[in-house]
């Protein structure tokens, strides 16, 4: 079964610019959250999507949003870029919403803010 | 408040034994989980605990006390590829059905020598 799957794996921006980065979850899970990890702060909860719908949400500025297809791909958007948006954005992927489902994750974007 | 502390580094022997310790407090819990994560690479899970007790799986053994809001991670008869970071994350009550949100601790970096 294939894993989490994330484009782009690189990607290089400038303040001010948008970006889009896209996930798509392992065959059969519904529920995609998002993090970013940075070396100072580690891994943050961005957000989470079920059945299209977000169902939690992380302490981010609004420039951060995301949403979800029905296919249950999921894309998040970071608006009007900052240099402190720089960290690798990871997705991870969860079957059903039981207690005992684990978080698998994907390879990540490393986003760099010039 | 949500707080997880482990240790930032720790360094063990190729063969021996290591423990990882974990302390957490968060408004909320819904199960303890552990990752490994290489440089460089996206993390990988390790173990889950809702119920205090251990559980074993080959190298690998966490433990958990809800009462002290404590965990660990042993790792035996280490090898050089066990050199990673290693991420405890407590996943908090959800909302609106969703499972809850991982929060972690800012991993400890493990360096196994020879």
């Known amino acids: 079964k294939a894993g989490v799957t994330q484009t782009p794996r690189y990607l290089i921006k400038t303040r001010g610019q948008q970006v889009t980065l896209s996930c798509s979850p392992i065959?059969?899970?519904?529920?995609v959250s998002w993090y970013q990890q940075t070396p100072g702060q580690g891994l943050q909860f961005l957000f989470e999507y079920f059945s299209e719908t977000q169902r939690n949400k992380g302490n981010f500025p609004g420039r951060f949003s995301g949403r979800q297809f029905s296919n249950s791909r999921s894309e998040m958007n970071v608006s009007t870029l900052e240099l402190g948006d720089s960290a690798l954005y990871l997705c991870?992927?969860?079957?059903?919403?039981?207690?005992?489902?684990?978080?698998?994750f994907g390879p990540g974007t490393r986003l760099t803010v010039l | 408040g949500q707080n997880i502390d482990q240790p930032t580094e720790m360094t063990a022997t190729e063969g021996a034994i290591v423990q990882i310790n974990c302390t957490y407090q968060?408004?909320?819990?819904?199960?303890l989980f552990w990752y490994q994560q290489h440089a460089g690479e996206a993390p990988t899970f390790l173990s889950y605990?809702?119920?205090?007790g251990l559980e074993e799986k080959g190298r690998f053994s966490s433990f958990l006390s809800r009462s002290k809001g404590y965990s660990y991670l042993l790792l035996k008869e280490l090898q050089m590829k066990d050199s990673a970071s290693y991420l405890c994350?407590?996943?908090?009550?959800?909302?609106?059905?969703?499972?809850?949100?991982?929060?972690f601790g800012k991993g400890t970096k493990l360096s196994v020598k020879p």
């Open positions: 968060t408004s909320g819990f819904n199960g």
């Open positions: 994350a407590v996943r908090d009550l959800g909302y609106g059905g969703s499972q809850g949100n991982l929060i």
């Open positions: 605990n809702v119920l205090d």
């Open positions: 065959s059969g899970h519904r529920s």
């Open positions: 991870a992927s969860t079957r059903t919403s039981g207690r005992g489902d684990t978080q698998y």
